[in-house]
């Protein structure tokens, strides 16, 4: 019972502060892999492949997931259908309260002063903490290190690399490309995974 309150409380805490959408919560989630050793980073990387392919919030996806996988840790394992509803809705619950108590209040106060303020400095913090999401995702997939302090250890994963690169010149220059539906690069990313993986390492 410990281990799944814990698993509650831990992306309880992911979701009362992460502001800015699923993306944001991939700091905290590196933070709950560093203090429990439920998953390491590269299985962070995983996650963030299968939540963003699949359907719903990525926020949402990750938790049910690292909550349904099984991980060891000093702790024990925590895993299954118990462990996936544990960690959801541990996530989603901060939200439901604010929103709740948002949706109360904010009609009276929506000119204050201080209230636009605040919103103003929530920005900035959305934005910090979704740029260290993209930022840790390339520093996993590109460089296959959890963190610049690794640095001395990075490998570049050349094939990784070029995929990038090739999908954001796709999607950002070539007009008929930008058109197409985002299914498409997750399905042909995923394929080109395949392939990559049963070719062997770089």
């Not at 009362?16 to 962070?44: C, E, H, N, S």
């Not at 909550?67 to 118990?82: D, F, K, R």
Request: hydrophobic share 55%; proline share 4%.
């Amino acid at each position: 019972m410990m281990l799944y309150l814990r698993l509650f409380l831990e992306f309880f805490k992911a979701g009362l502060f992460a502001i800015g959408g699923g993306m944001a919560t991939v700091p905290f989630l590196q933070d709950i892999a560093r203090k429990t050793g439920w998953y390491t980073a590269g299985d962070l990387a995983d996650m963030i492949a299968v939540s963003e392919s699949t359907p719903g919030p990525i926020g949402v996806n990750m938790a049910t997931y690292v909550g349904y996988t099984t991980v060891h840790s000093h702790y024990g394992p925590v895993a299954g259908i118990l462990g996936a509803v544990t960690a959801t809705v541990g996530l989603v619950t901060p939200s439901v309260i604010i929103i709740l108590i948002i949706a109360k209040f904010l009609e009276k106060f929506r000119d204050n002063r201080y209230v636009n303020a605040a919103m103003y400095g929530l920005r900035a913090a959305s934005v910090a903490l979704i740029s260290s999401a993209g930022i840790s995702v390339v520093l996993i997939a590109v460089f296959r290190i959890g963190s610049f302090s690794e640095w001395r250890s990075a490998v570049i994963d050349y094939r990784c690399f070029v995929l990038a690169v090739v999908i954001l010149i796709l999607t950002r220059w070539v007009p008929k490309v930008k058109k197409m539906h985002p299914v498409v690069f997750i399905a042909a990313s995923a394929l080109i995974g395949i392939v990559f993986h049963m070719s062997g390492p770089v």
